[in-house]
């Protein structure tokens, strides 16, 4: 069974360290409520609890079959 992760950016990037600021950006979120799906891979997961404080992120999964 396949997991997909919607990560949610909500807070703003400002006065944070420029890693985090990379993080968010190489996961493809821009700006405040903008979502985006990922596959739940063990380096998605490791740049979310990286950022964790930033994002909100709900799992779903999906099979394989429909």
């Known amino acids: 069974m ?3 992760l919607f ?3 909500i807070k703003s990037s400002i006065g944070y360290l420029p890693k985090h600021r990379a993080t ?5 979120l821009r700006k405040i409520n903008h979502t985006v799906v990922h596959a739940a891979t063990p380096d ?3 740049k979310v609890k990286q950022i ?3 994002v909100n992120v709900v799992e ?3 099979d ?3």
């Open 2 to 4: 396949k997991t997909r």
């Open 7 to 9: 990560i949610t950016q």
């Open 24 to 28: 968010l950006k190489s996961l493809g």
């Open 44 to 46: 998605i997961r490791g």
């Open 52 to 54: 964790s404080y930033m």
């Open 60 to 62: 779903e999964s999906v």
């Open 64 to 66: 394989a079959i429909k």
